[in-house]
């Protein structure tokens, strides 16, 4: 039976990716919306840059290098996240170099059509490149979680659409893809970058720092209380563990 290649190197690269660092972080940029190119549409989100400043530098200094381009989405669960920033995608699978991880900034809540940052379960300030949608309100679960997931921006407009399309796309283990059936997934059919949820680019659109005025971003308020047990049913400290996602395409590929 034929192996899968490419879908092998895409689950190696999210099984080390996010332990490989680079230079010093940027502070210089500062700006509000930006726009999010994707293969599948494009959608437009509202950064906090004044209520979570460290952490909205941090992601417009990968926007600005021009990280994000060419990196696809390398997690989907249904009504829950939609998960990319760490991975790009050539001909292969390559991790992109990240930078200095940042404080944590657990202000507002992780509801729905929000962007909050990923971390390494069991270490609060350890947010680099990559970032995740909440498809619903997770506000229970990941308000607490590993010191709270910072969210830093929401969707705007009519942008959940495209949001919403990518969560229903058929996965291989949990990458979204496109044209490629559970059954060449079972069988480690290879895949290409056709088949995959491409962020082409992300740009910024508006720099005005108070553009996000006239929004209303729901706090975090749980943030104070005692995270619970990290086997409870809410949701394990390591669910944006990469390994998670390794396991699951080998035992798929191994067939």
């Given at each position: ?5 490419a879908i092998t ?238 396991v699951a395409l ?6």
């Amino acid at each position: 039976m034929k192996s899968s290649r490419a879908i092998t190197r895409l689950a190696s690269c999210v099984a080390t990716g996010l332990t490989i660092a680079a230079a010093t972080l940027s502070t210089q940029a500062y700006a509000t919306i930006v726009e999010f190119q994707t293969s599948q549409g494009s959608f437009q989100v509202n950064l906090f840059d004044q209520q979570t400043p460290a952490t909205v530098a941090n992601f417009l200094g990968y926007v600005e290098r021009g990280d994000y381009q060419s990196t696809y989405v390398h997690r989907s669960v249904e009504d829950f996240i939609i998960q990319g920033g760490g991975f790009s995608f050539d001909e292969q699978a390559e991790p992109i170099v990240t930078q200095t991880p940042i404080i944590n900034e657990p202000v507002f809540s992780n509801v729905a059509g929000t962007i909050a940052m990923a971390k390494v379960g069991g270490k609060v300030n350890s947010a680099t490149s990559q970032w995740f949608f909440n498809m619903s309100d997770n506000s229970a679960n990941l308000d607490l979680q590993n010191g709270g997931f910072a969210v830093f921006g929401q969707v705007i407009g009519e942008g959940m659409k495209v949001v919403n399309a990518i969560n229903a796309l058929q996965t291989c283990g949990e990458i979204p893809m496109v044209d490629y059936s559970e059954q060449q997934c079972n069988q480690g059919e290879d895949a290409v970058r056709a088949n995959l949820v491409m962020i082409n680019d992300i740009i910024v659109i508006d720099n005005d720092p108070n553009s996000a005025i006239d929004l209303t971003p729901v706090e975090n308020t749980l943030i104070d209380e005692v995270e619970p047990d990290s086997d409870s049913d809410s949701g394990a400290a390591w669910w944006f563990a990469p390994l998670a996602l390794l396991v699951a395409l080998r035992r798929r590929t191994a067939r």
